[in-house]
């Protein structure tokens, strides 16, 4: 077969037998798994944003714009030329584009303003195109959208900065928030000295006589540090309290906020990372004194969900360039997509996709009713964690594998592979790193067994759609009776991962997705690589499924 690029010769040799690169497709109509959970958890009537988006994320325009991103990193100045302070950072005309697209179709916003229920569903969906293209911006996106649930904790500030968070317009200009028609906000807890454990924060937080507070100390990682404003703990007379740092003071001054430098990063170059001092920087309170972490912890919950879609979308993506190629080349006289053992490594990687995507879907409608219904309370609080750290761990390998599939083409950075690759390991390092999530798991256990009570009704909806299913969950059930130890609460955490997604793919996937997942992942046909489906996999169906 001929392709396109095949008549394009040079003077010594044609060209052939290369894929046509992967561009104007729209994200969201070849993605039927994603349009099916749309509907499935509520979100249908956002079909027709979904299409407009997946089609202009998938232009060529948009895919030029996230390799320009990341080949043209942001940079810092932090003086003008004169010596003044200015502690900016600087950013290819690419990165604005991405940025105005997501803010403008309401990634940031959506669930807060749209009175229609599934705000949160058709939010993720919108979330997992955004990222395929370009995963570094989503991460203002993300902390835009996830402080408002943390701000609700204080009133007055609620008030004053949801209006400009909910605008849906980027505005990047540096200038106060008060002069501006959009905001974007971050957060800044970790420090030198530890991240996990944020209680051991040495910021220093006094007040200032005026209801307010100063803030002296430093952050050693602050993602998106052009930001407008940022949750940040600091101790206060209290113990660990959580405030709400502007890049301005309400006189129109740069608040004591300065940048240091900017992290060279082994992956979402396009974004900047910093290192921050605090000099005395204007704060006021959100939430009361000692309280930092209960405050803030509500937007880290909602920043995880988008983790588990980061994870989810890098691997939709990888996979759809796989098998894209696999399609268009030929090694041995037939076209990749035609050998068997290419078939079984796609197909594995078609399973992995698509558990992911369902269970973020599913998530997202937890997170959608959490004030109302106690049970999906439950599932969002554990399964939001299980998924975080199971979704984000196979994240890596599954990229990995994907990669493979386009042979050296994949390795080089023409290809989004290379920057697939080096994202993927960042979704279980922030926001909590595997081990931490895994205590975090073991603690809702313990603290709120109604949240795991939740969880198991839920995963016991697909008892009876297949046998390996059934005698996974017994052991599990049995195992989690006992009291779980932190040795075992890896093992815990991906045992529950595993059988929430095999409940959610018998209940709502075709038969062959079903039964190849619970056979690979549960039972003991499968291996511990990709492409190792049992032979009776019905192959072609799962990967026509895909994509
Ligand atoms: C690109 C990037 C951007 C970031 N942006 C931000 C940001 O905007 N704001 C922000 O506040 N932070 C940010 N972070 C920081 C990130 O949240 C932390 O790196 C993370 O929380 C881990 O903290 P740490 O690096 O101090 O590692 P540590 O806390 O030292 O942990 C190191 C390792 O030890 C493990 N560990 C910790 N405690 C235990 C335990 N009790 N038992 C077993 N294992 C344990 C962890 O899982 C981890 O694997 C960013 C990080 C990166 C890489």
Redesign the pocket.
């Known amino acids: 077969m001929k392709t396109a690029l095949d008549v394009r010769g040079s003077g010594t040799h044609e060209v052939l037998n290369q894929a046509l690169p992967l561009a104007d497709y729209n994200l969201f109509s070849t993605d039927r798994v994603l349009q099916e959970a749309l509907d499935r958890e509520g979100a249908g009537w956002a079909r027709s944003r979904l299409e407009e988006f997946g089609r202009l994320t998938g232009t060529e325009e948009a895919i030029r714009w996230g390799f320009q991103a990341n080949e043209n990193p942001p940079v810092l100045r932090t003086h003008d030329r004169f010596g003044h302070r200015i502690d900016e950072v600087e950013f290819h005309p690419a990165w604005h584009h991405l940025m105005r697209l997501s803010v403008e179709h309401g990634l940031s916003s959506l669930p807060w303003t749209e009175t229609q229920p599934g705000g949160h569903v058709a939010r993720a969906a919108l979330m997992l195109l955004a990222s395929q293209n370009e995963a570094g911006h989503t991460c203002p996106v993300s902390m835009s959208y996830a402080v408002v649930p943390a701000l609700r904790k204080q009133l007055d500030l609620a008030r004053e900065w949801e209006p400009r968070l909910h605008s849906a317009r980027y505005d990047p200009r540096a200038r106060p928030a008060a002069e501006k028609s959009g905001a974007l906000m971050?957060?800044?807890?970790?420090e030198k000295q530890?991240?996990?454990?944020v209680r051991a924060n040495t910021t220093m937080a006094e007040t200032d006589g005026a209801g307010g507070y100063l803030i002296t100390g430093h952050?050693w990682?602050?993602?998106?540090p052009m930001c407008d404003a940022f949750l940040v703990l600091a101790q206060a007379l209290g113990g660990l309290t959580c405030f709400l740092l502007p890049r301005w003071t309400p006189d129109g001054e740069r608040n004591g906020f300065h940048i240091q430098r900017l992290?060279s990063?082994l992956g979402?170059r396009s974004n900047a990372?910093s290192e921050v001092e605090f000099d005395r920087a204007w704060a006021r309170r959100v939430g009361e004194e000692g309280r930092g972490v209960a405050t803030i912890i509500d937007m880290v919950q909602h920043t995880r969900l988008d983790c588990v879609m980061g994870s989810a979308s890098l691997m939709r993506q990888a996979l759809v360039q796989a098998i894209h190629h696999a399609r268009h080349r030929k090694a041995f006289g037939r076209m990749l997509i035609d050998q068997p053992l290419m078939r079984n490594v796609l197909a594995d990687l078609a399973l992995e996709s698509e558990a992911a995507t369902v269970l973020m879907m599913r998530l997202a409608r937890a997170f959608e009713a959490r004030e109302t219904d106690a049970g999906e309370r439950g599932i969002a609080r554990l399964g939001t964690a299980i998924a975080k750290y199971w979704v984000s761990k196979r994240g890596p390998a599954q990229v990995n594998e994907a990669l493979e599939c386009l042979g050296g083409n994949g390795f080089v950075e023409e290809s989004i592979l290379p920057r697939l690759y080096r994202e993927a390991p960042?979704n279980s390092?922030?926001?909590?790193?595997?081990?931490?999530i895994c205590?975090d798991i073991l603690r809702a256990m313990n603290k709120e067994p109604e949240a795991l009570d939740a969880l198991l009704r839920e995963i016991r909806l697909a008892r009876g759609g297949d046998s390996r299913f059934d005698g996974f969950l017994t052991a599990l059930e049995q195992d989690l009776t006992a009291s779980a130890n932190?040795l075992e609460a890896r093992r815990l955490a991906e045992r529950m991962a595993l059988a929430f997604e095999a409940s959610l793919l018998i209940r709502h996937s075709v038969p062959e997705v079903a039964d190849a997942f619970c056979a690979a992942r549960l039972g003991s046909e499968g291996g511990g690589a990709f492409g190792t489906l049992p032979a009776s996999t019905r192959f072609a169906a799962i990967v026509n499924r895909a994509f």
Do not use: P, Q, R, Y
């Open positions: 971050g957060m800044a807890m970790t530890g991240g996990s454990d952050k990682f602050c993602s998106a992290k990063k979402n990372s960042l390092i922030w926001e909590g790193s595997g081990n931490v205590l932190e």
